[in-house]
């Protein structure tokens, strides 16, 4: 299986900060690269999927980029809102396996 | 509006069943495959079991086969998850999700129904 890494585990910020999570597979996934939020209790929300494609509905402060085997999730000014925990997902393989998560928390 | 509601969780003694169900609405249920996707208290997320559009093709995590079953009512827009000789390490939120594909990102997530495993 395909192993997905995060980095950092855990990330604090200001708010209107411009933070940057890593994501890296194991071998090479192209672009199949997707991005989750998720908070406290709720399901996780789908933020990017093909690695740059911005979902529907998501704020245009959050960005992907990436192919290959490193990629990243920008969130270029930090919203009180934003504070969550952010899953990698490749889909190049049929193990679709999620990274283990970043926490972003208020600094 | 696409709408995933999960029921059927609770809590269950080691070795018991449990059976959730995912009822679906807004869309063509029958055109999708659909996946049971679960997090651990504080832990991440992890594919449970996938299962083709007319569930044919049926895909499950090394620890839970043999022990769950995945099956999905066309005319009932409904998917299940059967779970027999639960563990301890089964306790977990399952969710609902549609896929498109046996390799797929998820764009749409139910709410999530918790199974806690404990004697």
């Known amino acids: 299986d395909i192993q997905m890494t995060q980095s950092p585990s855990t990330l604090s910020a200001f708010v209107g900060d411009r933070v940057t999570i890593t994501c890296r597979a194991s071998?090479?996934?192209?672009?199949?690269l997707a991005w989750y939020q998720q908070k406290p209790g709720r399901a996780p929300k789908l933020l990017i999927y093909k690695a740059s494609s911005l979902e529907t509905g998501v704020a245009s402060r959050f960005s992907g980029s990436g192919s290959g085997t490193e990629f990243t999730l920008t969130i270029s000014s930090l919203q009180p809102d934003d504070f969550a925990t952010y899953y990698c997902q490749q889909y190049d393989s049929d193990s679709a396996t999620f990274g283990q998560g970043t926490k972003l928390e208020i600094k | 509006e696409v709408q995933l509601v999960e029921s059927g969780g609770g809590l269950v003694q080691p070795g018991g069943s449990l059976r959730l169900s995912c009822a679906a609405s807004?869309?063509?249920?029958?055109?999708?495959?659909m996946a049971w996707v679960r997090q651990a208290p504080g832990k991440g997320l992890e594919w449970v079991a996938k299962i083709r559009q007319d569930g044919s093709e049926k895909y499950y995590v090394d620890s839970v086969k043999g022990r769950f079953t995945i099956s999905k009512d066309n005319p009932k827009n409904s998917l299940y998850l059967q779970m027999n000789s639960l563990r301890a390490e089964d306790t977990a939120v399952y969710y609902c999700?549609?896929?498109?594909?046996?390799?797929?990102?998820?764009?749409?997530w139910g709410q999530g129904t918790l199974v806690s495993v404990s004697s």
């Open positions: 071998q090479s996934i192209a672009s199949w």
């Open positions: 807004g869309f063509t249920f029958s055109s999708y495959w």
């Open positions: 999700a549609r896929i498109l594909g046996q390799g797929d990102y998820v764009r749409y």
